[in-house]
């Protein structure tokens, strides 16, 4: 059973650019996560998703940043026009049923911006 | 959502047990105590959750006093490869949303 896989790895954008980070939960999860980290610092939760439904998205910052769970296909987060501020990791994580626990975390997208 | 406070490192040898103690009084009733942990560019993994009192598994231990206030999770005989940050989180199962702070920094040495 295939973890939480997510892609690239690493992505490098210019300022301005977009980015776009994908994510592809466990087998049978329909509940994913998406955080971000800051060197040295703990993950932050940015927003909450189901199959075709935002459930909590109070962690995204309110311009550039949006995410979807499509019915078919990974998780998206999309970040538009970035900038340096948005160098981070990206991490999403899935769970079977809603809840803080047993949340099945990816490798991260690790994010540069020059 | 109870905040919690960790130390922000340890240091420990190799085959001892270490014991890292998180801190969080304002946990609510519904709130589950849980504890990842977490390598250098990697996520986070589950490590173990509890409610009360003591929860064992094959990777750890979790004691959880009467009042909830704190909990303690214990790592028995540590190798080099226990090296990692051990976030506590505190949260309500049905809910969504998990903070992590920044973690205790176990650092094992030979």
């Known amino acids: 059973n295939a973890g939480v896989m997510q892609n690239p790895r690493h992505l490098v954008r210019r300022r301005g650019q977009e980015a776009r980070l994908r994510c592809s939960p466990m087998k049978g999860h329909s509940h994913v996560y998406w955080y971000r980290q800051l060197p040295e610092e703990g993950l932050k939760f940015m927003v909450y998703l189901q199959k075709e439904n935002i459930i909590d998205e109070s962690g995204m910052p309110k311009e550039r940043f949006s995410a979807e769970f499509p019915k078919e296909g990974p998780s998206i987060l999309r970040i538009q026009q970035v900038v340096r501020g948005d160098s981070a990791a990206y991490f999403c994580?899935?769970?079977?049923?809603?809840?803080?626990?047993?949340?099945?975390f990816g490798p991260g997208t690790r994010l540069t911006v020059t | 959502l109870a905040k919690t406070t960790q130390p922000i490192s340890m240091d420990s040898y190799e085959g001892q047990e270490v014991n890292i103690t998180c801190s969080h009084n304002n946990i609510a009733t519904n709130d589950y105590i849980t504890w990842y942990q977490q390598f250098p560019s990697q996520g986070p993994r589950f490590i173990i959750q509890g409610y009360k009192t003591k929860v064992t598994n094959e990777v750890a231990s979790l004691f959880i006093p009467a009042d909830r206030k704190s909990s303690t999770l214990s790592l028995p005989r540590v190798s080099l490869s226990d090296t990692a940050v051990y976030y506590c989180l505190v949260g309500d199962r049905g809910g969504f949303k998990t903070i992590f702070g920044a973690g205790t920094r176990l650092f094992v040495k030979a």
């Open positions: 994580a899935s769970s079977k049923t809603e809840g803080p626990y047993e949340q099945y």
